[in-house]
Every structure is written in structure tokens, then in C-alpha cells.
């Protein structure tokens, strides 16, 4: 006689694949809205279910297991697969195609402002059928996609990487023509610096360029990229741009980079999807969008 195995609690299998994928309780609660407690007792549920643990715990975060980490990625699929055909059966509103979809991004100021705004027009001309709501600040839990910056070592399975940043300084075109030549990195020591809310990534590029005698010149100290590369197109100054703040602006003619040295900062920009729940008809249509135009960008400023 076979015996036949009894599929665990889907409620178990949720509770498990968020905090998977979140990496938290916390936040699995808040997507699935229910408390931590409830979220944790599912997941111990699952695990006895089937015999063996899928996390291993520590203080406010948990970690999949060799096995559990295998058994999110499967899950996530699933439930991926799930509602996406169940949207494409659904005719609870009309038919798929004519139905207004909208779709909830946040979104990194910098991302926002120098590189994706611009390129909005051409998703609305190609989707006019996905409304998008943006918002530059909040939980990532509350909305579909969520375009963040993050430190390397800070990023969790929740984030996939779609580009790392790539340091590079650059001016407005007058300075090349100014008093002080700017021939070799070294020159840069001449020059007023527009630091990123501290002297850190000036420094470390510097340094990268062989160049570690003495303090890093006091300039101007920012807390909003935007304004950086404003400050940068006036003449101001001197700017360490990633390729995302630059692209448009180089192209543009707004700004050079004097040198062709571009050094990896330890972080990147990360997107993060809302699986399994919550996930709205055209989330899909924006996020392979946006992967195409990222991989443009890729092109576009030989990142491999």
C-alpha cells in the first residue's frame, strides 16, 4: 500500500515563504497582516509538519536553512504562478487587457529623480493600461515593487542586486577649461569636492587612485543627490557620481567625467518584488520594463 502524503497548512507555507524572503517575522507579518506571534506558531507548525527545522533564529531575523532556502524559492514560484493565472482567468472585472492595473513602486529619491522620471513617458505610452503610484518614502511591505539603495552586506534575500555602483568624478565641462587643469586624479586635491553627506566615498576613490597623502579637501557637504549634480552642472564643484546619477547628464552634455577611472562602492541598487499576495495584474509589465531599460543602461555605460 503507497502511503500518501498530506501537503502541509497553505497558511504555513505563506507565513513561511515571507519570512523567507523578507527575512523576518516582523515583516511577513505586516505583508500577510497578521501578528508575529501568528506568523511564527504557522511556521512551527510547518516544521513539524515536516519534521525538521527551515530556519535557523537569531535576535529579529531569521535565516532559511540549506533545506528551507530551497523550499522558499519553490514556494515563491508557486505562489507566483498561482496568481498570475489566476489573474489570466479572472473575468471578475473584464478581460485582463482593459483593465485599469495599478501598481504601487517606491522608489529611491536618486533613482528616481536623475534616471527613471525620464524614462516614464515611454512605459505610459506602451502601457497606458497600468496606472503607477510613487512614492519616495514608506514600508516595503505596503507596496508591489520597491527600488531601494542599500549596502551589500545589509541586503537580504528579499532584494535582488540590478546595479552595483560604480564611482566616477564629474564636473561641469568649464571646469576642463579652468586655472587648474585636471589631467591625472591627483589634480582632484586642487580642486573644491562636493562630498555626499560625508568625506568617506571621496576618500576611499582617492585612494583607490593611489592617491592617501593628507585630508581629503574640505568642500561642500550634501544631503540630497539631486542638488549634487545641480551643484556639479553650476560649476561648483567636483562630484563622485554612480552611473544611474550620471548617465543622462553626461549624454545630455551637462556634465564630463574627466577621468575613465570608476571604482565599486560596497552597495547598489536593489529591487524588491511583493510575491505570492498583493501582487497586482500589470506589477509583472513594470518590472520586466524596468529590467530592460536597467540592462540598456548596462549597455549604455559598459557595466557587466
Known amino acids: 500500500m503507497v502511503a500518501v502524503m498530506v501537503l502541509p497548512s497553505l497558511n504555513g507555507m505563506r507565513a513561511f515563504e515571507a519570512a523567507a524572503r523578507l527575512g523576518s517575522i516582523k515583516d511577513a507579518a505586516e505583508e500577510l497582516h497578521l501578528t508575529p506571534s501568528a506568523v511564527s506558531r504557522h511556521i512551527r507548525t510547518l516544521e513539524k509538519t515536516l519534521g525538521q527545522e527551515l530556519f535557523e533564529r537569531g535576535f529579529r531575523q531569521v535565516t532559511p536553512t540549506m533545506r528551507g532556502s530551497y523550499y522558499a524559492r519553490t514556494l515563491s514560484e508557486a505562489f507566483e504562478t498561482i496568481w498570475r493565472a489566476t489573474e489570466d482567468v479572472s473575468l471578475r472585472e473584464g478581460p485582463r487587457s482593459q483593465k485599469a492595473q495599478r501598481v504601487k513602486l517606491m522608489c529611491e529619491p536618486t533613482f528616481l529623480n536623475l534616471w527613471l522620471a525620464d524614462r516614464l513617458p515611454d512605459f505610459r505610452r506602451l502601457h497606458p493600461n497600468v496606472d503607477l503610484e510613487i512614492s519616495t518614502s514608506g514600508k516595503r511591505t505596503n507596496v508591489d515593487l520597491a527600488i531601494v539603495d542599500e549596502f551589500v552586506y545589509k541586503a537580504g534575500p528579499a532584494l535582488t542586486m540590478m546595479i552595483p555602483l560604480l564611482l566616477t568624478p564629474v564636473c561641469a565641462p568649464s571646469l576642463l577649461e579652468g586655472p587648474v587643469p585636471l589631467r591625472s586624479p591627483a589634480d582632484l586635491l586642487h580642486h573644491h569636492l562636493i562630498h555626499e553627506c560625508e568625506t568617506t566615498r571621496w576618500k576611499q576613490w582617492l585612494e583607490q587612485e593611489g592617491i592617501s597623502e593628507g585630508a581629503v579637501p574640505v568642500g561642500s557637504t550634501l544631503h540630497d543627490c539631486t542638488l549634487i549634480m545641480r551643484e556639479a552642472m553650476n560649476g561648483a564643484g567636483i562630484a563622485l557620481a554612480d552611473t544611474i546619477m550620471a548617465e543622462d547628464l553626461l549624454r545630455q552634455g551637462k556634465l564630463v567625467a574627466p577621468f575613465a577611472a570608476r571604482h565599486a562602492y560596497p552597495a547598489g541598487y536593489y529591487l524588491q518584488q511583493r510575491r505570492s499576495i498583493g501582487n497586482k495584474a500589470g506589477t509583472s509589465v513594470f ?18
Open 287 to 304: 518590472q520586466d520594463w524596468l529590467l530592460a531599460e536597467v540592462a540598456g543602461h548596462k549597455r549604455a555605460m559598459n557595466i557587466a
